[in-house]
């Protein structure tokens, strides 16, 4: 559907260019795409939705967790908050009940902001993880990690 509805590239062949104004997608290996949507949100918007983001604004998790290969044990640098009113979301590494993330209920902007993806992507987005990283928590992002610019 999104490929139907949108102009799109191939990965191979673009060349980082995308329009400022008409929505492009760019096919991904695999079979997934990236959905470039210029002027999704406003500067104003996306400010709004940060500081609504902010811990005290909203409730962030921060448990302890056990290693993949469950060996050691740790608490992350990181807080996550879970917004749904319908679905959970399982968290397998953590060391004690509940092994789940406490499921909040969406505010009426965030749920103005899942519906507005919901529209763009043609597909239902009933829930949103966020995460925060407090400043300076990260000296070296590494090789797996993506970058820290936002909290959604």
Same mark, same amino acid.
């Not at 909040?104 to 009933?126: C, E, G, I, T, Y």
């Given at each position: 559907r999104i490929l139907a509805s949108y102009s799109s590239t191939h990965y191979e062949q673009w060349d980082g260019v995308i329009s400022g104004v008409q929505p492009t997608t760019i096919e991904l290996p695999w079979g997934s795409i990236m959905l470039v949507l210029p002027n999704f949100i406003s500067g104003a918007g996306l400010h709004a939705v940060q500081q609504a983001l902010l811990p005290g604004a909203i409730s962030y998790e921060q448990p302890r967790r056990k290693t993949h290969d469950g060996k050691s044990e740790y608490t992350a640098l990181h807080k996550d908050a879970w917004f749904s009113d319908t679905h959970g979301f399982a968290d397998s590494q953590r060391l004690?009940?509940?092994? *789940? @993330?406490?499921?909040?209920?969406? =505010?009426? &902007?965030?749920?103005? /902001? /899942?519906?507005?993806?919901?529209? *763009? *992507?043609?597909?239902?987005?009933?829930? *949103?993880?966020?995460? &925060?990283? =407090?400043?300076?928590?990260?000296?070296?992002?590494? =090789?797996?990690? @993506?970058?820290?610019?936002? =909290?959604?």
């Open positions: 004690s009940p509940p092994f *789940a @993330f406490r499921q909040q209920r969406v =505010p009426s &902007w965030m749920q103005s /902001l /899942l519906n507005d993806a919901s529209h *763009a *992507a043609k597909a239902v987005f009933n829930g *949103a993880m966020c995460r &925060w990283d =407090p400043p300076g928590a990260f000296k070296d992002d590494g =090789p797996h990690s @993506f970058s820290r610019g936002s =909290p959604m």
